[in-house]
């Protein structure tokens, strides 16, 4: 069993940056491929970022270029670098272990894009 806390988000000024943290008690952490999702209201969540152990990473195409997603499996922590922030980006975002169908997931933590 795997839980995850994730920390980081609030309010920026559209162009602004915020790191999200996710920090994951448990064992094998490691093992999970470990992801970012987020849900902004009135929408389905969506993948934003993901890595695999071995360090693979895909990106939502609305991201790439604007987002960086890193692991350390030494601190059991998932990071999530968001530079170049939009509008369209506030939601909630949500770390996951194990994949969204059968994964575990975080609280979450809300990310508003905003004057």
Request: proline share 4%; hydrophobic share 35%.
């Amino acid at each position: 069993q795997v839980q995850l806390m994730e920390s980081g988000g609030g309010l920026v000024q559209p162009g602004g940056s915020l790191r999200l943290s996710c920090a994951a008690s448990g064992r094998d952490f490691s093992i999970y491929a470990m992801g970012w999702y987020r849900q902004a209201p009135g929408k389905q969540r969506e993948l934003v970022a993901r890595i695999t152990p071995s360090g693979v990473i895909d990106y939502n195409d609305s991201v790439k270029g604007r987002i960086a997603i890193s692991r350390d499996n030494a601190k059991n922590t998932v990071d999530l670098q968001m530079n170049s922030l939009k509008p369209e980006d506030t939601a909630v975002y949500y770390c996951n272990a194990g994949g969204p169908n059968f994964g575990h997931w975080g609280q979450g933590t809300q990310v508003t894009v905003s004057l």
